[in-house]
């Protein structure tokens, strides 16, 4: 099983970080040019690539103009966005494996974390509640 064009940036092989650092160096821009263009710092920036935080719905619609891909595209991987890398070395059908397995651990870690925030909050409310 080898990338194509097609699931290069799908959800099953690619992160939200993945698909905003790919758009952005499709667009030919440093994290440094679209930190600035966003008005954001670029400790941010990083950390939307790094898929350690995620932007607000405001930045994410200009990170989506910016970048000319689709809302959706910088979310799911579903719509306009950009293709797949070209140059790329086609991996053995094994250590493509182990990349997707990887990806998919890392996003099911992020969705754990947000789960584990909102039941944390959660916590705290009936601890308040309950003073």
Do not use: C, Y
Not at 38 to 52: M, N, P, S
Not at 83 to 108: F, G, S, Y
Request: proline fraction near 3%.
């Amino acid at each position: 099983m080898s990338h194509t064009a097609d699931d290069w940036f799908s959800p099953e092989t690619s992160t939200f970080g993945d698909r905003v650092a790919g758009a952005r160096e499709s667009a030919g821009m440093t994290q440094a040019q679209l930190s600035k263009r966003l008005g954001v710092k670029l400790t941010t920036l990083r950390g939307w690539e790094e898929d350690l935080s995620e932007p607000r719905a405001n930045k994410l619609q200009m990170l989506s103009g910016v970048l000319n891909v689709s809302l959706m595209w910088l979310l799911n991987g579903e719509g306009d966005g950009v293709d797949a890398p070209v140059d790329e070395v086609a991996l053995p059908d094994d250590l493509n494996a182990l990349l997707i397995e990887i990806r998919q651990l890392k996003t099911q870690i992020a969705n754990s974390a947000d789960r584990l925030g909102l039941i944390e909050k959660r916590l705290r409310m009936s601890f308040r509640a309950n003073q």
